[in-house]
């Protein structure tokens, strides 16, 4: 009999058919109780694991409070519990909506929902898991963070270590940049206060009262002086600008599953408000738990594995309810700052800026191996971090600027000293960075050879072109015949500037090749100069492709304008390769050289310059 119901109700349940499941419910609702499978899952079970909502919303007709308390067999879970497993934030809306004794029911491991919701780091579950069980009137909330009546479930500080350690990175610098961060018509760029909402929707327009009150007093000041009335405009122009670029990309958030990167980004950035939004709520139930001593216990291993993981959003609410945790240490003796420095945790690294007096305790602090916070930077970053980044050279650079970061912040007595090996930061730095040394010389060596052949050909190409000039020259004078047409002089351009781009190119990559490959060398000398050879050479391949339109469309074409679309097509086709496959190395040589990872954390450029001129026009 179990048989012939696993055959007929698990493809029912899989395919979400309803029509026929109510019909075999109608037949026999024992059924509905029924394990349809191996694990001993139920169809109420089976649904919810594979997101069939609609199916166990109608299923509900058939189940009573009890029945929606099954568990299964083999572990004792719960729908809910396989709910916050595959992160069916609705299903678990649905199953507590229907029974909250749902949410205090253990698998045969001891474990309640919200438990393994936290396990599997379904942000959204969490907090919606996290808000029934505050607001169940039948729970009564004990020493958790979690907000869980039961003392044994021993979560402890393990919901604060997993959310450190799975903490979204959010938003790069380049997708920040594109993203319409709605400063003066949102009201998180205001902060708190009062609010004036010229529409109640998603992304509404939110504009603070006291700036509409500042309106005519900002008028009446730009009117006496010409500067701040160009700022006045200024400004008003970014703001137009602000609204139809958030215009703009609100329609292509409606198109964004034909726009990948769009969607891409708006799913980082919904997944870091969901954790931002679940950290604040494990926060705020581990503050109401009482302690003892300088600071909540709960919070000691949470910011340890947060500067590990440079999960700086942690550390800093952390360090915004207990500012005695920047104490904590690990079994080791390293604090925060010494283990950002271990494990390359930048922005973790840069609150020593922020931190007053106790900064020089850092200057002079030494680990049970005498090792200065120096020695730490001189050695050898965890493979999980240097595999960030692209190629043995730019992994190398970024060991560099940790150590000369590092470097500039001891005291000049502690750059020399020794540690208990009678090793200097420098001697350590070495030792571990040897290997490293040779792989990037190679990678360095090896891009530089191919880049330097494509340069060779292209100089070949573009030379020759230009002693044969596209239809002749005139016998007499020796000009060209057709130096008056537009296209011919396109192609004298970008023929010039293809040389002149190439045969830079290649001479950069032939100083590279024949380089000393020191240590320091990697710091800036290196990746600039192939900075330099890779921009050169796309600039080159670019040219080279319009003098080569320009030449096709003055000799075959018959001045005819239309077939100007095919051949800019296809010589888009080669630039369009070599600009995906060669750009983000560019874009990271360019990062990783000239842009600072280090300072105090700061605000947006455009958020600054908006603050200050609110603050002149004042």
Request: no cysteine; glycine share 6%.
């Given at each position: 009999?179990?048989?012939?119901?696993?055959?007929?109700l698990l493809p029912i349940t899989f395919e979400g058919n309803w029509s026929k499941a109510e019909s075999m419910l109608k037949e026999n609702k024992r059924y509905v109780e029924a394990e349809i499978n191996e694990d001993g899952s139920t169809m109420l079970h089976y649904a919810v694991g594979i997101g069939r909502n609609d199916f166990v919303k109608k299923l509900f007709s058939y189940l009573n409070d009890k029945q929606v308390l099954q568990q299964r067999s083999t572990d004792?879970?719960?729908a809910l519990h396989i709910a916050a497993i595959a992160g069916n934030k609705d299903a678990a809306e649905l199953l507590v909506k229907k029974n909250k004794e749902?949410?205090?029911?253990?698998?045969?491991?001891?474990?309640?929902?919200l438990y393994k919701a936290y396990e599997h780091m379904h942000l959204d579950t969490i907090g919606f898991l996290l808000n029934a069980v505050n607001d169940d009137a039948n729970v009564e909330?004990?020493?958790?963070?979690t907000g869980s009546v039961h003392p044994d479930d021993e979560i402890g500080d393990d919901v604060l270590v997993a959310i450190a350690k799975n903490f979204p990175s959010g938003l790069d610098d380049w997708e920040t940049l594109i993203y319409p961060c709605m400063l003066l018509v949102s009201g998180s760029y205001f902060g708190s206060g009062n609010y004036y909402t010229l529409s109640s929707k998603e992304n509404s327009?939110?504009?603070?009262?006291?700036?509409?009150?500042?309106?005519?007093k900002v008028l009446l000041a730009s009117l006496a002086s010409a500067f701040m009335f160009i700022c006045l405009l200024i400004l008003l122009i970014c703001y137009i600008f602000a609204r139809l670029y958030f215009i703009f990309w609100k329609g292509a958030k409606i198109l964004s599953c034909k726009i990948p990167p769009i969607k891409h980004i708006e799913n980082k950035k919904k997944e870091w408000d969901e954790a931002n939004e679940v950290l604040h709520m494990v926060c705020f139930y581990?503050?109401?738990?009482?302690?003892?001593?300088?600071?909540?216990?709960?919070?000691?291993?949470?910011?340890?594995e947060a500067a590990c993981h440079n999960a700086y959003e942690v550390v800093n609410r952390i360090l915004f309810s207990s500012p005695e945790a920047i104490q904590?240490?690990?079994?080791?003796?390293?604090d925060i700052i010494q283990l950002a420095i271990i494990n390359r945790s930048e922005k973790i690294y840069n609150l020593i800026y922020d931190i007053g007096e106790r900064k020089n305790v850092y200057r002079t602090c030494k680990d049970s191996s005498e090792n200065n916070i120096m020695h730490l930077a001189g050695k050898l970053a965890p493979s999980s971090v240097l595999n960030r980044r692209t190629g043995a050279a730019l992994q190398l650079q970024r060991e560099l600027q940790w150590l000369q970061e590092v470097e500039k912040f001891v005291f000049p007595s502690f750059i020399t000293q020794e540690n208990i090996s009678k090793e200097t930061p420098n001697m350590v730095f070495t030792r571990e960075h040897k290997d490293l040394v040779k792989e990037g010389e190679q990678w360095m060596k090896t891009t530089a050879e191919s880049c330097s052949i494509t340069a060779a050909l292209i100089i070949t190409i573009v030379f020759a072109a230009a002693i044969t000039v596209p239809g002749g020259s005139n016998q007499e004078k020796g000009t060209p015949l057709f130096?008056?047409?537009?296209?011919?002089?396109?192609?004298?351009i970008a023929d010039a500037i293809s040389l002149f781009a190439s045969s830079t190119s290649l001479l950069v990559f032939l100083s590279i090749l024949t380089t000393r490959f020191a240590e320091k060398d990697f710091l800036v000398s290196l990746p600039r100069r192939l900075f330099i050879g890779v921009f050169s050479l796309l600039l080159s391949t670019t040219t080279m492709m319009v003098a080569f339109s320009a030449t096709f469309f003055l000799v075959f074409c018959d001045n005819k304008l239309w077939m100007l679309a095919p051949i800019c097509g296809l010589a888009f086709i080669p630039i369009a390769f070599f600009v995906t496959l060669q750009f983000p190395l560019m874009v990271d040589l360019f990062r990783s050289t000239y842009l600072p990872i280090f300072g105090k954390q700061r605000q947006s450029i455009l958020s600054g310059l908006t603050d200050r001129l609110i603050e002149m026009l004042w």
């Open positions: 009999m179990k048989r012939e119901v696993q055959r007929f004792g879970s719960t749902l949410l205090r029911i253990k698998d045969h491991n001891g474990k309640e929902p909330l004990q020493s958790s963070p327009i939110v504009i603070h009262t006291d700036y509409i009150l500042l309106i005519p581990i503050d109401k738990v009482e302690y003892s001593g300088s600071h909540h216990p709960y919070y000691t291993q949470p910011i340890l904590s240490t690990d079994k080791n003796g390293y130096q008056s047409h537009p296209a011919f002089i396109i192609f004298a």
